[in-house]
């Protein structure tokens, strides 16, 4: 069964430091995977998406994530988090068959200190 | 343009009413989503539309779920003689639709239900 594993429940970084969110994923096929961010009291929105291709995506707000076959894993980094940063991450793999059930990880909060 | 739009906002209830809750997708995506958040299981998936039809409804959790689609467009879905259980954040999301799965999907802002 497709499943999303993110190792992290609770992270705090500083300002102006890097972040690496993970996310491990159990799928049979090429997966189709996501990041969405949530802030309190809002839906979903998507960061970046990995179809096929070059393994390195490029999102919004200066995140990015790479698709690595060998290890399971589309982590999701930053190279400098500012404050706005601070929200729900999740990971998610899109399954196939002509829609796109997603399947969420559990989610990763991100504080981020001044 | 304007995004998915879901009402209630928040809807707080008594164990044992009926709730309907309404999303309004983007215009001209024909695949649908309901899903479900609550602290307990996370964001679990409910039922997929296409068009007015729903393919997938295998994450409805009870047979006191029921959603619809009509037009191609406006959803419903419906608790009935609701539980605490079915408390929850319930997210409605649309998209585009292909003969393949990599369309992005687009949420709204979620209906908050509280069952008293």
């Known amino acids: 069964a497709q499943s999303v594993t993110q190792p992290d429940i609770h992270i705090t970084v500083s300002e102006g430091a890097s972040l690496e969110l993970r996310c491990n994923y159990s799928y049979g096929a090429t997966p189709y995977l996501f990041w969405y961010v949530q802030s309190p009291g809002q839906g979903l929105q998507l960061l970046l998406k990995y179809f096929s291709g070059d393994t390195l995506v490029q999102g919004i707000k200066g995140f990015e994530a790479e698709f690595k076959r060998s290890q399971s894993s589309f982590n999701l980094r930053k190279p400098s988090v500012h404050w706005s940063d601070a929200a729900e991450y999740f990971c998610?793999?899109?399954?196939?068959?002509?829609?796109?059930?997603?399947?969420f990880g559990a989610g990763t909060r991100l504080a981020v200190h001044p | 343009g304007a995004g998915v739009s879901q009402s209630p906002s928040n809807k707080v209830t008594e164990k044992g009413k009926d709730v309907e809750l309404r999303c309004d997708p983007i215009?001209?995506?024909?695949?649908l989503y309901w899903y479900r958040q609550s602290l307990g299981q996370g964001l679990e998936f409910l039922i997929y539309f296409q068009g007015n039809s729903a393919p997938d409804k295998s994450g409805l959790p009870s047979d006191r779920f029921s959603a619809e689609r009509t037009g191609g467009s406006v959803s419903t879905l419906t608790i009935q003689r609701t539980q605490q259980e079915d408390s929850a954040v319930y997210l409605c999301?649309?998209?585009?639709?292909?003969?393949?799965?990599?369309?992005?999907?687009?949420f709204g802002d979620g209906t908050r239900l509280s069952i008293l």
């Open positions: 215009s001209g995506h024909t695949a």
């Open positions: 999301a649309s998209s585009f639709s292909s003969g393949n799965s990599n369309q992005p999907q687009h």
């Open positions: 998610a793999v899109g399954t196939s068959g002509g829609y796109n059930k997603l399947i």
